[in-house]
């Protein structure tokens, strides 16, 4: 798994999508129990009127997280895209670093769902999703 990743994460490291630099995405690597971490700083411009991320920003990120783990199990000739995006906001996010703990919880030859927690600088779930992705060939 990680050795197809390789490659993919020195160029995830250096050449961070537009969307990505914006939520201040960092790959963290894999935890013992082989969850992929990501690390999202959510910036005061992400938050609503309450003062909390508004959970458009969560959505991005849970996006953003379940797609490189995604990225992560797959040959490098393949990629994914989103097909849907299944999300509940469990607490409110503040302002700080936020951390996704991602992991392939299904997969076939054309499919894949994965799973990813955000939790916040105390430990504490703010939100979760689970993603159903279209494994395609690159071109």
Same mark, same amino acid.
């Given at each position: 798994m990680m050795s197809a990743w390789g490659n993919r994460l020195n160029d995830a490291a250096t050449h961070l999508p537009p969307g990505a630099q914006l939520l201040g995405r960092e790959w963290l690597g894999f935890d013992e129990s082989g969850h992929a971490l990501i690390r999202f700083q959510a910036q005061p411009a992400f938050t609503n009127r309450h003062g909390t991320i508004q959970g458009g920003f969560l959505a991005a990120m849970l996006d953003s997280a379940t797609g490189i783990c995604a990225l992560a199990a797959l040959? =490098?000739?393949?990629?994914v895209i989103t097909r849907s995006l299944?999300?509940?906001?469990?607490? =409110?996010?503040?302002?700080g670093p936020i951390t996704a703990r991602a992991r392939v919880i299904e997969r076939t030859e054309r499919d894949m769902v994965v799973q990813a927690d955000l939790v916040d600088a105390e430990d504490i779930t703010v939100a979760d999703a689970t993603a159903r992705l279209r494994i395609l060939t690159r071109k």
């Open positions: 040959s =490098p000739d393949q990629t299944d999300t509940r906001f469990l607490k =409110p996010a503040t302002v």
